[in-house]
């Protein structure tokens, strides 16, 4: 066989493996709905990527602090209900920008961290009809 014919026979072999190449690419953006934790809703994997954006720099990978407080089930539970979590969050954090986030983007992550700290109830979406009916108690 020729070296020419040797290279068309690899073009096809070639190709797919390019294809496969671009695909991870493109897909690199959020994890895929199969990669969630059992019973972790969406609300909490979107405030998971709030939380790594605008807090973790402060509050630490494993919400344990760094230049902030940690937060955890203790200091979450002293607000009382949600609604004045975020309340608080949404007026004094991120603490190098107060208020940056929109409303959706404060419930989303207010719900992941209530959730690691096994405070948020099972099957219940934070939002603003919610939020004063959740109660965080030690
Ligand atoms: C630039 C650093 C920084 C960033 C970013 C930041 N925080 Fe904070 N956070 C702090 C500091 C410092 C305190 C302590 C404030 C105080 O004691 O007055 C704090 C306090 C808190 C508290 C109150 C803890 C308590 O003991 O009552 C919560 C809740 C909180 N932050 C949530 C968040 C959330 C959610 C985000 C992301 C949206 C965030 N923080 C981003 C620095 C930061």
Redesign the pocket.
Known sequence: MSEHLRAMRLLPVLGTAAMIAVGGLIGGGPLPVAARVPGQSAQVVQGEQ??AR??Q???GANLEGT???P?DAA??T??GTAAR?YQ??RG??????PGS?SEQ??YD??AY?LQRNGLLPPETTLDASTAADIALRP
């Open positions: 709030v939380y605008a807090c720099s402060c509050h230049v902030g407080p937060l200091r979450l002293a607000y979590l608080y969050v004094t954090m991120p603490m190098d920008a986030l983007e404060y992550v207010i961290l």
